[in-house]
């Protein structure tokens, strides 16, 4: 007689991965601290202009006599971290070809690829791949999370992507110079943000004029 069907068997490799990556995240985020190193996960959708407001934010940080770093995620090309190279930041490449977000791994080995220790830098920024929904997943052992929100993107995008932007310490709202050209209501926008995240602290900024480049430098 034939054996009764087996029921069917659910493995949640996803549960799985995320506590792998979150206790990795949790041995990086103890180096950090034991080399009092504040480490910041700016997040945001392609194009809202991470890579420009680093660059100005480099600026400022060099100005200050302050040692930042960049760990930049692409799925292809390194033209990112030459353009924070030349702006005179510390920038090392992940390229992580079809990974649409960066990992708590791919963190630890391009630490090794820094020129000096982390107790050289007085700040650790993790430019994210562009996207705003996988890598609201993956903690990086960071101290900060920073949401990066365009005014060409439209005022709605945090209610669109609540789990993004209800991790998020700092929200910035970018492109501000661009306000009168694409119509975005500020007062909306932030009103969205406090819905989704009240927690988190909100700050308009332009890379292209400096508006607010050395507020931001001053919470980071």
Do not use: W
Not at 54 to 81: P, Y
Not at 92 to 117: D, F, K, S, W, Y
Not at 139 to 151: A, C, I, K, N
Not at 180 to 189: N, R
Request: charged share 20%; with cysteine; hydrophobic share 45%.
């Amino acid at each position: 007689m034939p054996s009764p069907p087996q029921p069917p068997r659910h493995l949640n490799l996803g549960a799985a991965l995320l506590a792998r990556n979150d206790a990795l995240a949790a041995q990086l985020r103890g180096r950090f601290t034991t080399a009092r190193l504040p480490v910041v996960n700016l997040l945001s959708s392609p194009g809202s202009g991470k890579t420009a407001l680093l660059e100005r934010l480099g600026a400022h940080l060099n100005a200050a006599g302050r040692r930042a770093a960049v760990i930049v995620g692409d799925l292809a090309t390194d033209n990112d971290a030459r353009r924070l190279q030349a702006a005179g930041l510390t920038a090392v490449q992940i390229t992580t070809g079809q990974a649409c977000h960066l990992e708590a791994a791919m963190v630890e080995r391009a630490l090794e690829a820094l020129p000096q220790p982390l107790e050289g830098f007085d700040l650790l920024l993790i430019e994210n791949v562009g996207n705003l929904v996988c890598p609201a997943a993956y903690d990086l052992g960071e101290s900060r999370r920073l949401v990066l929100l365009s005014v060409t993107e439209g005022e709605d995008k945090p209610l669109k992507y609540p789990a993004m932007f209800r991790s998020a310490d700092l929200v910035v709202i970018s492109k501000v110079d661009l306000l009168a050209a694409t119509g975005f209501d500020l007062q909306h926008a932030r009103h969205h943000i406090a819905r989704v995240a009240p927690q988190a602290q909100v700050l308009e900024v332009s890379a292209r004029t400096g508006a607010g480049m050395a507020q931001l430098c001053g919470l980071l």
